[in-house]
């Protein structure tokens, strides 16, 4: 037995402590080192009793993920379990803090479970991919029913201690010294003269059963679209109906060794890894201090500057949000009224959430009211002149050290700053909309922005439950100029043979929510015009650009909320309708064009729209632009609906094989000219045999 697994013997009971910091992983040390502890007190007959207890922050935060993918040394995990399980003497569990996969299924497998109210207990291995691997799917349901355990299991989401008592997955609630309160249990069992009552001998209740099973699988496949683990899950669960336990544990074990080497639990592990890369920045060293963040304002109550005083709002933030009058301002505070309201009707949130969460909200149209916001985030209109203006004045009215932000999706955040005098104060926050429920937060920084401003906006991000992934300045930042990449050859296809709504297929297919043009006119097309416009008239186009989105603006066509767009929408119905005038207006510009219509293969469609995104994305990697390949993955997922469980364009370019993406890529420059010019950094890695992967591993930061 090792330093990491610790016994005391407390009169009748022995204590057996994991003492491997900072989360208690179940490391193959560990493992072994209870292994050993079980024989010890097995072996000692004044043991009468054996308590589990965890050292530091919390009982066990399960396996280290870095194990995941090779094998793992015996005694595993499940055989530890099955071991504790086993023990003549009864077996108690006392939680603290995380107890979470495997730090969950290791309690399910002692005979009681005591808990302090600090215990967060859950199964979070669908999270990556994974179903738990040691027991979690055949005990949990054994002993908190079907339905509950696969609430839990499904979601990945963890239970506090009152919740887990009123499940019965924990006995009792320790008030005071969760180790004097455990003994105290223990003692009491010897008392009662009671011993070991295991899991594996309960039956799980079959009541209503084959109703659970199907409600759960149609819930996961709408909510958790295109991801096998949450589906295996279930057939897991399932198992502990219908199989005896061992036989539910070996194929538990099976399901987790085949989803372990998924390209789909490899992206989500990706995930998991890239969001906390996503902090690690150049020229910002990891302690660097932070500007407190106690107050905050919003400039702008439309559909951003919603969004974002919610986000803050939402994050425990107060915020003052200032419109140009009295009318804007009260209507955007009704709206924002509203939206919580409508969350409240669906039951996502609860009536004292709302009134916490709004009693933070304040209006004004003075700008006394934001002189002394630790930080401003500005949401006006996307125009150059107003915001410098804006920003003239913020530098005159805030606080020396507040953070001016602006949530442009696209000029240029350094012309910006030049229009302060405290360049180094100012940076971009860009949110997604609806603002308030997207996760992404893409900060930008300018050429001047003070590493202090970079790390706080970045913890705020955090704070805030976002993810803030910090990025360079260019047209449209990362997200943008990607989205024009792929946006643009979706148009392309649509003038050489496609329709929008073969295009919208493949495109959802893959896994996003929707296609781009049923995304189009989800978000109305209108703004999108006049933006192109305006382009056009600064910087007439050098490059080829599609006709047929302004010609359908122009029939009056503006999308859902017109209930005309690139389809038709019947009266309160948001379901895309082909519409034959929109097929005719398109097979007459590809005739104007001069272009044979031909018939455009779902492959082609496919590689078309995607592998130009991962060219953008690798120009935009190889011109510093993104830190890191990962960076861009987790844009894509948390602001664009990029399926999670393809790890994000990059990852997605690794999987398919970077060869194979600029083999493709120069082909189409081929076809289609500069447009479509492979990406150097593409070319390099194609030619090395190199992943996006193993070129940022090689790079590390920090
Ligand atoms: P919006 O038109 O819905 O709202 C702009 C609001 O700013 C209006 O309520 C207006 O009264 C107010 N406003 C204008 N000038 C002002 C001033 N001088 N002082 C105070 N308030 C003023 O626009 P939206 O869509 O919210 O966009 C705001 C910003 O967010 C733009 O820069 C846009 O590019 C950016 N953005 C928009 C996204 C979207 O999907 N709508 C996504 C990401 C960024």
Redesign the pocket.
């Known amino acids: 037995m090792g330093d990491v697994v610790q016994i005391e013997k407390h009169g009748d009971v022995a204590v057996i402590t994991l003492d491997n910091p900072p989360v208690n992983a179940l490391g193959i040390a560990v493992r072994r080192g209870i292994m050993g502890a079980l024989d010890e007190v097995e072996g000692d007959a004044d043991v009468k009793a054996v308590v589990l207890i965890g050292k530091g922050r919390g009982f066990c935060g399960g396996a280290d993920i870095r194990e995941f993918g090779r094998p793992r040394e015996e005694p595993i995990l499940g055989q530890v379990i099955n071991r504790i399980e086993a023990m003549d003497k009864p077996v108690i569990a006392a939680i603290h803090g995380m107890a979470v996969g495997g730090g969950c299924e290791v309690p399910l497998g002692c005979h009681y479970r005591v808990a302090d109210g600090t215990a967060q207990i859950g199964l979070p291995e669908v999270k990556l991919g994974l179903i738990p691997g040691a027991g979690g799917t055949q005990r949990l349901p054994r002993l908190i029913g079907l339905k509950p355990a696969i609430d839990i299991i499904v979601s990945g989401e963890y239970v506090g201690s009152e919740k887990a008592k009123a499940l019965g997955l924990v006995d009792e609630i320790i008030e005071g010294d969760l180790l004097d309160g455990a003994l105290g249990f223990a003692n009491q069992l010897i008392a009662d003269g009671k011993g070991p009552r295991r899991i594996r001998d309960m039956t799980p209740d079959a009541t209503g059963a084959d109703e659970i099973f199907e409600k759960s699988r149609a819930t996961a496949a709408r909510r958790m679209r295109g991801l096998i683990a949450p589906q295996r899950c279930i057939d897991s669960v399932q198992n502990a109906l219908n199989l005896p336990i061992d036989e539910g544990l070996q194929k538990e074990r099976e399901y987790f060794s085949e989803l372990e080497v998924s390209d789909q639990s490899k992206a989500l592990r990706h995930l998991f890894f890239a969001e906390r890369e996503a902090h690690r920045i150049p020229g910002v060293p990891k302690d660097t201090a932070t500007r407190p963040i106690k107050t905050s304002a919003v ?7 919603r969004g974002i005083a919610m986000s803050l709002a939402n994050g425990g933030v107060p915020v003052t949000v ?3 009058d009295q009318q ?1 301002l009260d209507r ?1 505070l009704v709206m924002t009224r509203d939206t919580y309201a409508g969350s409240v009707s669906r039951g996502s949130i609860k009536q004292a959430d709302m009134d916490a969460r709004l009693a933070l909200i304040s209006g004004t149209t003075s700008y006394d009211d934001i002189a002394n916001a630790d930080i401003v985030i500005e ?4 125009e150059m002149e ?1 915001k410098k203006t ?1 920003f003239a004045k913020l530098d005159e009215v805030c606080k020396q050290g507040a953070i001016l932000a602006t ?4 000029l240029d955040v350094n012309e910006i700053a030049a229009a302060t005098s405290r360049p180094q104060d100012v940076i971009g926050t ?4 609806p603002a308030n429920v997207m996760k992404l937060m893409e900060n930008v920084r300018g050429d001047k922005t003070a590493p202090d401003v970079i790390a706080t906006v970045m913890k705020l991000s955090k704070d805030i439950n976002k993810v803030g992934v910090m990025v360079g300045v260019c047209n449209g930042f990362v997200g943008n100029r990607m989205l024009y990449a792929y946006r643009s050859q979706a148009e392309f296809l649509l003038e050489e043979g496609a329709l929008p709504q073969q295009v919208d297929k493949v495109i959802s297919d893959f896994g996003f929510p929707m296609g781009p043009f049923t995304m189009g006119d989800l ?1 109305g097309l209108d703004v999108g015009y006049l933006v192109r416009q305006h382009r056009r008239e600064i910087e007439p186009p050098t490059h080829r650009e599609s006709y047929i989105g302004d010609r359908i603006v122009e029939m009056g066509r503006h999308g859902q909320k017109n209930r005309k767009g690139w389809y038709l929408y019947e009266e309160g119905s948001r379901t895309p309708v082909p519409d034959p005038e929109i097929e005719e207006l398109i097979v007459g510009i590809s005739r104007e064009l001069g272009i044979e219509r031909r018939s455009v293969t779902d492959q082609e469609l496919l590689e078309r729209c995607i592998y130009p995104l991962i060219n953008e994305g690798a120009k935009i990697f190889g011109e510093g632009i993104a830190i890191r390949p990962s960076d861009i993955d987790l844009i894509w997922i948390y602001g664009y609906g990029f399926p999670r469980g393809k790890g994000g364009p990059m990852f997605y370019a690794d999987l398919v094989g970077t060869r194979a993406v600029y083999e493709t890529m120069k082909n189409l420059y081929e076809e289609h000219g500069e447009m479509l010019r492979p990406a150097p950094l593409l070319e390099e890695l194609a030619k090395a045999g190199k992943s996006f992967a193993e070129l940022q591993a090689e790079t590390k930061i920090g």
């Open positions: 400039i702008g109550c439309g559909t951003m500057g200032l419109e140009v804007a955007g949401a006006v209109f996307e107003l804006l949530n442009t999706s696209s860009h949110f997604f909309s978000a």
